[in-house]
């Protein structure tokens, strides 16, 4: 059930004093007027299922000026396909009898504007929405404090019923991580943050996986790198998952504490489909959790999907199709300045790039050896 909390007894304020026209002309084309004409397609749907009435009236721009004259039949051939018209002064009253005739130059009439009586419209859109998808209103409450999910209007508590869900949901992911040790911290879908491995302990976060900064090169980050892990979920149609506000804002606190208190730069803030590799077949992104669309930018990062991985760059790995379309754009970037710098340092061994390659591959191989021999989880080398 969705529940909508208003403090006023009825909805008042900028929704009924708004003049109720739903107006594509004044979009561009291209992404804001197929916005414009699909709310216009969803005002009409709406308007006609909950016995609303509408008025497929159209719009009128009017020109008392020569220059602005200019811009309408100007306008009128740039949009032609929109189906504009050009009127003459004569033809725009009889359109419009309310239009003033002294120093009309003309207008253009638009056929896609639709008008509705604010007032008529939310009262019948709420009565619609609780008929037809139950959606509760809370009339006389006001919101005094928001602690996600929860909504407060006093004492009073609002919680909507599909929260118990996500919450049963979110605690059995909790037991399974904190049975596979599987990260130092889990940040759920309401933004609570679950320490599940101590920070002076190992958590079983990256598996096969290769990372680098500007002193050495990681193999294998367990030891060395704190795991966080988002509780998130793909939707349907949806290629790459999203964090949640909450989550985003939690992330953003505990990357500056661990930061801080560790002195862990930027650089070395990374995704699992950055640093994860398949050495069975020396490919990356053997994983593909957060390969495109983490958000960097808004924990205080720089966007390190632009940096070239170091699986490829150190170590010679590849990597197939089925990567590329998992990812988003933004790691495309780091790719192919991994195959930059590939090819350059080939040809400063005066090599060709597929010998080159397998040079890097057999010592990450033999490195992977050593470590199978010793029993040891991680090792980081010089550059």
């Known amino acids: 059930m969705v529940k909508v909390i208003e403090r006023n007894e009825r909805a008042i304020g900028a929704s009924i004093r708004n003049f109720g026209m739903i107006l594509p002309v004044g979009q561009p084309d291209g992404k804001y007027f197929n916005r414009a004409m699909a709310s216009r397609g969803i005002w009409k749907q709406v308007c006609t299922d909950a016995k609303i009435g509408y008025d497929e009236a159209g719009s009128l721009q009017l020109a008392y000026a020569d220059d602005e004259w200019e811009v309408l039949q100007e306008l009128s051939k740039i949009y032609k396909h929109r189906g504009y018209t050009i009127l003459k002064p004569d033809e725009t009253i009889k359109k419009s009898p309310a239009v003033i005739e002294e120093n009309l130059k003309g207008s253009l009439y638009s056929k896609d504007e639709i008008i509705v009586d604010p007032r008529q419209a939310i009262a019948g ?25 929860t909504v407060y209007s006093g004492k009073e508590a609002f919680e909507a019923d599909e929260n118990k869900k996500l919450k049963r949901i979110g605690e059995e992911v909790l037991v399974f991580v904190k049975r596979h040790q599987c990260y130092h911290f889990l940040i759920d ?19 096969n996986s290769v990372w680098a900064d500007d002193r050495v090169i990681y193999v294998n980050l367990n030891a060395s790198f704190f795991g966080i892990a988002f509780e998130t979920q793909t939707q349907k149609g949806q290629d790459l998952p999203s964090g949640t506000a909450a989550q985003i804002h939690s992330a953003r606190v505990l990357t500056q504490m661990l930061r801080g208190k560790y002195r862990i730069p930027a650089s070395n803030c990374v995704t699992h489909a950055q640093v994860s590799v398949n050495p069975s077949n020396m490919l990356v992104g053997y994983h593909t959790d957060w390969s495109g669309n983490f958000p960097f930018l808004e924990l205080g990062l720089n966007d390190n999907y632009t940096a070239p991985p170091a699986a490829i760059v150190a170590f010679g790995f590849d990597y197939d199709p089925t990567f590329v379309h998992a990812t988003g754009a933004r790691i495309w970037q780091g790719l192919g300045l991994a195959e930059d710098q590939i090819r350059s340092q080939a040809a400063a061994q005066g090599l060709p790039v597929p010998e080159y390659r397998s040079i890097l591959q057999k010592k990450y191989k033999e490195i992977i050896a050593t470590l199978k021999a010793s029993g040891a989880k991680e090792t980081s080398h010089a550059t």
Do not use: M
Request: glycine content about 6%; overall charge neutral; charged content about 20%.
């Open 125 to 149: 859109i709420t009565a619609w929405l609780s008929e037809k998808y139950n959606v509760q209103f809370v009339w006389g409450k006001a919101a005094t404090d928001v602690c996600y999910p």
């Open 189 to 207: 879908r309401f933004g609570q943050v679950f320490r599940i491995v101590q920070e002076s302990d190992i958590a079983n976060h990256s598996g």
